[in-house]
């Protein structure tokens, strides 16, 4: 896993403001730099070494060096795209996957990205021209994002390398606020700051004479394939899994797992047997503890279990740091989790795999079960009924339609905003909104209003590939995959996606409603065949454990004394004051206190935003720059920098079951 930046055009001191934007972005990849320059372009590269350790310098250069390239990532499919590519006479002098990128793009120009099996964004540069060539894979795993500052096109894995440019005037973007508190995080294109974007998800961007343009290669979309049979899908299903883990298992280094006390991790990490998984938990109950599910299970399937247990003192301590590294506020408590498993499991290995995309892929969220509480309210309830109903809950609040009851008289697209957003469909109303910003903004617009260029693009579709639609564009490309990539490269350490693979995608696309969410055996199941497919290599508990999350215990620490004043004095103090009504915020948190209603998601999301504020334009990123200067790989830390509170559970040696094999109650081998 690397990290990328650059500019075409002017600047002054040009080697030393891309030596800057590349030292930022250390954590990146803290083994190897590298540079190229000309009198149009320089273009920056930070290494975490993984395929082909020995010569896979960047940037790397085409036979004729008319062409350079950048690259972070992964190809998986690169051996045989490799050898394809040498059958039409091109040249290689390294093994990596790099290079095949370099070469592909020369043999079929964009049309290599429909080829391409994995997780990327690289840059390619044509000398002879000059003209860029950037491109983010489908799901967008991997980050990108770009701007304009005056004549000069400038570029980055992270925005904080664009901060480096100079000429760029560091300028918060209100209107993107709006949408962060409806969503709990930024919607891209858009960012925080004013004329930074994201590149899309399935796009590429060339850059040329002055000007900039997008394309968007790809796109999700379902293809229902209703004669397909339940054997048949789960058949297909654990097979192509089985596959896509292997491909992401590919590397010249030890690969890791991640393990928590869901299905998704529990699946991937049934293939490691013998080898190591990592688990983070809280020491405010079971609850909270994810270790108490994992450990009996990396025990069944025989890994080497590492735990850490997260103290509410090392969560707040690290927070403002954490939000230095997602680049944008992000309020997804269970983000900070993620930066400590990641950086457990950096202290021995440098690729782990996660269970990121199973959800949005199979139809694991439980409020993608709401469609069919829809259909069946409707046909037990007589129509005048359901038009009285219907009229009565448009007359309330959002927040007060959150009965299922009332939600089932709205269609999906009034009532579902992602799945961060929670039943009501928006953390904060637009009047809720108008209410706590100073000024009772005017530009403030709705969920539906945000979203409904989304919606129009699944006409057609049932409700719950809307729902699923929606969270691959939207949640989880500005939530579940941010955080996967700040918080393991925030630790130097490359995290993989096994579900989100082109292969699995491809069969997850067909599956019925009824093989993706039903209510089978009285039970309202969510990933129906997907779970089926896991219970092959899982305890059938763990396989049908209900949709959970990751457990963050933010509503018992802001009933803490300390805690609660800590986050209290945020919002009420001078920052809060110049984006909003501390009069209001006040509401809130009593509110909250006095148990009237939960507004703990509201809280946390506008405390998330003004510490990212105090650590971005009140002068705070320049601790945390200097820090990433003296950045060391993990094995490079001394022994007083290991974490504390880690259990390490050794695994059980000549018993553990092999890669690939299936693991019953009994702990013995299923297949």
Known sequence: MCGICGFVGPCENPDEVIDRMTEVITHRGPDDVGVYADENIHMGFRRLSIIDLGSGHQPIFNEDRTKVLTFNGEIYNYRELREELIASGHDFTTQTDSEVLLHGYEQWGPDLLERLRGMWCFAIYDIPT????????????????????????????????????????RRFNESALYSYLSFQYVIPPETLFAGIYALLPGSYLIYRAGKVTTTRYWEATFDIDESISEEEAVDRIDEVFTKSVEAHRIADVEVGCFLSSGVDSSWVASYFGGQRTFTVGFDVGDKYDETTYAEPLAEKIGTTQYSKTITAEEYFAIFPKAQWYFDQPLADPSAIALYFVSRVASEQVKVVLSGEGADE????????????????????????????????????????????????????????????????????????????????????????????????????????????LLDIDVWMVGDILLKADRMSMANSLELRVPFLDREVWALARTLPVRLRVNDEGGHENTKYAMRKAAERHLPEATAQKPKLGFPTPIRVWLKDERWHDEVVSCLTGEGAARFFDIDALKTLIDEHVQGVRDNSRRIWTIYSFLVWYRVYFEGGDEAFKAAERAVKPAGERPASEALPNVRVITARGDDAPSHGSAVGDDGASAR
């Open 361 to 468: 892929l199979f139809g694991g969220y439980r409020a993608y079960h709401e469609p069919l509480d829809r259909e069946r309210t409707r046909e037990g309830t007589p129509k005048v009924v359901r038009g009285a109903l219907a009229g009565l809950s448009k007359a309330l609040p959002a927040a007060k339609r959150n009965n299922r009851y009332v939600r089932s008289m709205h269609s999906v697209e009034e009532t579902y905003g992602g799945d961060g957003c929670g039943h009501g469909g928006t953390l904060l109303s637009v009047d809720e909104k108008r209410a706590i910003l100073k000024g009772h903004p005017d530009g403030c617009r709705s969920t539906a209003e945000i979203l409904a260029p989304y919606y129009a693009r699944y006409r057609g579709c049932d409700d719950q590939a809307k729902m699923q």
């Open 130 to 169: 000059g003209g860029l060539f950037i491109a983010r894979d489908r799901f967008g795993i991997k980050p990108c994002h770009y701007a304009m500052v005056g004549d000069t096109f400038v570029y980055g894995s992270e925005i904080k390398s664009i901060l480096e440019f100079p000429a760029y005037e």
